[in-house]
């Protein structure tokens, strides 16, 4: 699958973009274990052209990382274009525009995919930064913002006359947020649209590898992109890489072996920020795992409660000691 000249291969994997997930730390574990390619957290096209510095932060890539996408939000034609232009001075790889968010905060204010109940501003604000940048520009959207406006096929017809490169389609409205199981009967009808002749990444609901074979069997898509699944299970990527390489499903992890990755992921969050704020950017991670072992609880509570590295560590230890075959 090529994004405009980057090759990524036959049926790559991308790490999705997640606010407060998907930073340096976590992209660069996900890339060593066989995510094909990465995107930032949500950039805010305001605070970027503020120069708020938790923003400006955002736009750091690692050579290691690569290839890397940069995603804005935001509903101001003017400011996504001023955005894109400055995103594209930090070297991405690809420039994505967010219009698929479903947070309140983002989506009833006119960005995101609040911006699927004003499509023509979507496909201006769209234009504007594809004649703005020299990079790639992708889209990452939904399949409409309800039931009653499934928007995406004539939207991903749109959205490639304006000059996109790629388009990613989460298979959920705005109005379902995260809940209920993604359909991904329209993302196959977008990719199996004649008249489209760019990649068709889909997203939603890959949890293993033999969802992702069945995914692409299915409908035919150009890539897949994991999100959700992928919290607290950076290894999904080796996992699903493996599967559709060989048809072989990989062992899975022993507890040993999940808790030396989280180690490492803890080591590499504190690393990018500080001790502080690096363990709880683990957190959200260490919430995730070794929920169905037996009598787990206690050392649980303790893993999410620590506040130093060592000791986190420790725990971690304390689980492997207990749990190991």
């Given at each position: 699958?090529?994004?405009?000249?980057?090759?990524?291969?036959?049926?790559?994997?991308?790490?999705?973009?997640?606010?407060?997930?998907?930073d340096p730390s976590f992209r660069s574990l996900?890339?060593?274990?066989?995510?094909?390619?990465?995107?930032?957290?949500?950039?805010?096209?305001?605070?970027?052209?503020?120069?708020?510095?938790?923003?400006?932060?955002?736009?750091?890539?690692?050579?290691?990382?690569?290839?890397?996408?940069?995603?804005?939000?935001?509903?101001?034609?003017?400011?996504?274009?001023?955005?894109?232009?400055?995103?594209?001075?930090?070297?991405?790889?690809?420039?994505?525009?967010?219009?698929?968010?479903?947070?309140?905060?983002?989506?009833?204010?006119?960005?995101?995919?609040?911006?699927?109940?004003?499509?023509?501003?979507?496909?201006?604000?769209?234009?504007?930064?594809?004649?703005?940048?020299?990079?790639?520009?992708?889209?990452?959207?939904?399949?409409?913002?309800?039931?009653?406006?499934?928007?995406?096929?004539?939207?991903?017809?749109?959205?490639?006359?304006?000059?996109?490169?790629?388009?990613?389609?989460?298979?959920?409205?705005?109005?379902?947020?995260?809940?209920?199981?993604?359909?991904?009967?329209?993302?196959?009808?977008?990719?199996?649209?004649?008249?489209m002749h760019i990649p068709i990444i889909g997203?939603?609901?890959?949890?293993?590898?033999?969802?992702?074979?069945?995914?692409?069997?299915?409908?035919?898509?150009?890539?897949?992109?994991?999100?959700?699944?992928?919290?607290?299970?950076?290894?999904?990527?080796?996992?699903?890489?493996?599967?559709?390489?060989?048809?072989?499903?990989?062992?899975?992890?022993?507890?040993?072996?999940?808790?030396?990755?989280?180690?490492?992921?803890?080591?590499?969050?504190?690393?990018?920020?500080?001790?502080?704020?690096?363990?709880?950017?683990?957190?959200?991670?260490?919430?995730?795992?070794?929920?169905?072992?037996?009598?787990?609880?206690?050392?649980?509570?303790?893993?999410?409660?620590r506040k130093h590295v060592p000791e986190v560590?420790?725990?971690?230890?304390?689980?492997?000691?207990?749990?190991?075959?």
């Amino acid at each position: 699958m090529k994004i405009g000249s980057l090759d990524l291969g036959k049926h790559p994997l991308l790490l999705a973009p997640m606010e407060s997930v998907t930073d340096p730390s976590f992209r660069s574990l996900c890339k060593d274990l066989g995510a094909d390619m990465m995107y930032t957290e949500f950039v805010s096209a305001k605070a970027l052209v503020r120069k708020v510095n938790r923003t400006v932060r955002k736009l750091e890539i690692a050579e290691k990382e690569r290839p890397v996408g940069i995603q804005l939000y935001g509903g101001d034609v003017d400011l996504m274009r001023e955005a894109a232009i400055m995103a594209e001075e930090a070297n991405p790889e690809v420039i994505d525009i967010n219009f698929g968010c479903p947070v309140k905060k983002i989506a009833t204010k006119g960005s995101g995919s609040g911006l699927l109940r004003d499509i023509p501003t979507l496909l201006e604000i769209t234009k504007s930064i594809v004649d703005a940048v020299n990079v790639p520009v992708t889209v990452k959207t939904r399949l409409g913002w309800d039931d009653n406006s499934l928007v995406i096929e004539t939207l991903a017809e749109q959205l490639q006359d304006m000059g996109i490169a790629a388009l990613t389609i989460h298979g959920r409205t705005r109005e379902q947020m995260y809940s209920g199981k993604a359909d991904w009967t329209l993302i196959g009808k977008v990719k199996n649209n004649p008249r489209m002749h760019i990649p068709i990444i889909g997203n939603g609901d890959i949890t293993g590898p033999e969802k992702a074979r069945e995914l692409i069997d299915r409908y035919g898509v150009d890539a897949l992109m994991i999100g959700r699944p992928a919290i607290g299970k950076p290894w999904i990527f080796k996992e699903v890489k493996h599967y559709l390489n060989t048809g072989e499903l990989l062992p899975p992890l022993s507890v040993p072996q999940q808790a030396e990755l989280l180690k490492e992921l803890v080591r590499r969050s504190v690393d990018y920020i500080d001790e502080k704020a690096g363990i709880l950017h683990a957190r959200r991670h260490l919430a995730k795992v070794f929920t169905d072992l037996p009598d787990i609880r206690e050392l649980r509570i303790k893993l999410l409660t620590r506040k130093h590295v060592p000791e986190v560590l420790a725990v971690l230890d304390e689980i492997v000691e207990r749990y190991s075959d």
